[in-house]
């Protein structure tokens, strides 16, 4: 994915991109009413199904939030097994994903969904033979967490978590091309649970979907890894006092960034599109330094970078009211 056009959160929308969203618009509503008519059948698996999602493209947080709610499922006793599209892996069909699995194939996030969740993890465009794949063979599995899958109405959902990221918001409020949006507005009132991601409240999401509960995650350190091997590296504060170059892939590196600033770090920015294939060449700086990256790159990363390069670790944390609240839904 290429990074985000500026129009796409500038107050006036490029007036062409603006006409094409309206097909865009058309076929996305046309899509969800179909389904919600039973006219396009879901397909429900024999366990419940939670899905993390969002109706805006790029990061906003999806990844940290589904290694949580894993956490807090096995620690109240539940098996979760989480299932993904696999953006940028090569694979085709389902998948299986394990540690030793290569980014280029499977994907980026969904190998450090399966690094860092200790459950089993399974990618494919369609995530109901992917699904189908992960209960074949863990059939101890009792919940399914669907990754960024919003959006894929064929697989029948028990809940939904909708992530709105606090400092982009929803952009122009357009629809792609135009605008960020991969639905309107409006589809989050029928979520089960918000999260928003980061400080602040996006314009228009109260007159969207003011009865839909909501809950605030932030991000933190919890840990900084040596990329070639993994071995632990101490924390932020013992990196202070030299330069380091900062590597983002993702959907918004700029958080990234001022994560490491918060910390006193002394940083070269160094933004790239994301899920960008990286190639040893990608750090030949012009200056000396230390390289700083997000554990979703550093996973892409680990056969050519030197013994001066570390991954930071993040963990979201967010009220634990939305455990509950998943779990309830869960037993009925």
């Not at 947080?61 to 892996?89: E, F, N, Q």
């Not at 995530?127 to 399914?144: G, K, M, N, Q």
């Not at 602040?200 to 009865?211: I, N, Q, T, V």
């Not at 200056?287 to 550093?298: Q, S, V």
Request: charged share 25%; with cysteine; aromatic share 6%.
């Amino acid at each position: 994915m290429n990074r985000a056009p500026a129009s796409w959160y500038s107050t006036r929308p490029n007036p062409v991109l603006a006409l094409l969203s309206l097909p865009f618009a058309a076929v996305a509503a046309a899509r969800r009413a179909l389904y919600a008519a039973g006219i396009l059948a879901s397909v429900r698996l024999p366990v419940p199904v939670v899905v993390v999602g969002n109706i805006a493209v790029g990061g906003t947080g999806k990844t940290p939030l589904v290694l949580w709610l894993a956490r807090a499922l096995l620690d109240a006793g539940r098996r979760p097994g989480i299932v993904s599209r696999g953006y940028g892996g090569s694979a085709a069909g389902a998948v299986e994903v394990v540690a030793a699995s290569e980014a280029a194939r499977v994907g980026d996030e969904p190998l450090l969904l399966a690094r860092r969740s200790g459950v089993p993890v399974v990618v494919g465009r369609d995530r109901v033979a992917a699904a189908r794949l992960l209960l074949a063979r863990h059939p101890d599995r009792d919940v399914v967490i669907s990754d960024d899958g919003l959006q894929h109405y064929r697989l029948a959902r028990d809940f939904e978590i909708a992530v709105v990221d606090a400092a982009r918001g929803f952009g122009n409020g357009c629809l792609l091309p135009a605008g960020p949006l991969r639905e309107s507005v409006r589809r989050l009132a029928a979520a089960d649970a918000i999260v928003i991601h980061g400080e602040g409240e996006p314009r228009s999401l109260d007159a969207a979907a003011a009865r839909v509960p909501r809950y605030r995650m932030c991000l933190e350190v919890t840990g900084l890894h040596r990329v070639r091997d993994g071995a632990a590296a101490g924390t932020l504060a013992s990196f202070v006092g030299r330069t380091w170059h900062a590597v983002a892939g993702i959907g918004h590196p700029a958080r990234f960034f001022t994560l490491l600033r918060q910390a006193s770090l002394d940083i070269v920015e160094h933004p790239f599109a994301d899920h960008h294939a990286y190639v040893e060449s990608d750090f030949r700086f012009d200056r000396p330094g230390g390289i700083l990256m997000t554990e979703k790159d550093a996973v892409k990363c680990e056969a050519f970078v030197g013994d001066d390069a570390f991954s930071v670790e993040v963990s979201a944390r967010i009220d634990p009211d939305l455990a509950g609240r998943v779990l309830v839904r869960l037993e009925r």
